[in-house]
């Protein structure tokens, strides 16, 4: 086990260890991968590395001693993330993985894909789960993914840069059993579809004008380290982010 710390962290968060990471599929390769993390190499002075060759490592930031756990399981490795405060806790530790923002994680209005490999259950649900985004949604523009807090479900959020407008398909099918689950959201051909485990189980239609594009760096395990919404505080594994 190994464990990324960024000054005097020291909880370690445990989670119950229910079958293998969602990663046996083959995931695209070549110029439209623009990154992918799968943990796998561990920490390097805090960071992880980009496995497509395009993109910048995530870093890790926390609050209030938290931080992000790089643990084995099988051949593999995957992330952990801080557990749910008590409601008493006036500061709760919070961790969460950025990368800078780049031309690659802004799509404008091409086709786009982002994918990840979730584990949580539903007692590690507290508002909203955000798996990974790039802006929010009262400021320029922004992509999400979430799984959110009363069904347990995955949704795909795109807010357009311009005029706010806001297009979100949700699930079909819940996530937060304390399984692996590959979830992934995908804009493409007019449609902006959600899959669990490679199937499609929401759809929506999406114009072709609208056009997701900010200066803000793309965030894993939370929206950012301030107030305590909307924290992810399951597992992850394998992030994939394909353009075009």
């Known amino acids: 086990m190994k464990i990324l710390r960024l000054a005097a962290l020291s909880a370690l968060l445990t989670l119950p260890l229910l079958g293998a990471p969602a990663s046996a599929a083959v995931e695209p ?23 497509s060759g395009r993109g910048a490592a995530l870093t890790l930031r926390g609050a209030n001693t ?4 790089i643990l084995t399981e099988g051949a593999g490795r995957y992330a952990a993330f801080p557990a749910i405060c008590a409601a008493a806790v006036p500061n709760c530790a919070k961790a969460l993985l950025e990368t800078p923002d780049r031309a690659d994680l802004d799509p404008g209005t091409r086709n786009f894909k982002w994918a990840a490999s979730v584990r949580l259950t539903a007692a590690q649900l507290s508002g909203n789960a955000n798996v ?10 922004q992509w999400k993914m979430q799984v959110t807090s009363k069904t347990g479900r995955v949704q795909c959020v795109l807010v ?14 819940p996530v937060a059993d304390g399984s692996w689950h590959r979830i992934s959201c995908e804009r493409a051909n007019g449609t ?9 189980s929401g759809r929506m239609a999406v114009p072709a004008t609208v056009s997701v594009e900010n ?18 505080h399951g597992q992850l594994d394998d992030i994939f982010i394909q353009l075009g």
């Open 215 to 232: 200066d803000m760096p793309m965030r894993v395990g939370g929206p950012n380290l301030a107030g305590a919404g909307d924290m992810y």
């Open 66 to 69: 938290g931080q992000v756990s």
């Open 132 to 141: 990974m985004q790039k802006g929010v949604a009262n400021t320029e523009s």
């Open 192 to 200: 902006l579809a959600v899959a669990v485990d490679g199937v499609v």
């Open 29 to 51: 390769t070549g110029p439209a991968l623009v990154a992918r993390y799968n943990f796998d190499g561990g920490a390097v002075d805090g960071k992880i590395n980009d496995l």
């Open 160 to 173: 357009a840069r311009g005029s706010a407008q806001t297009f979100a398909v949700t699930s079909a099918r």
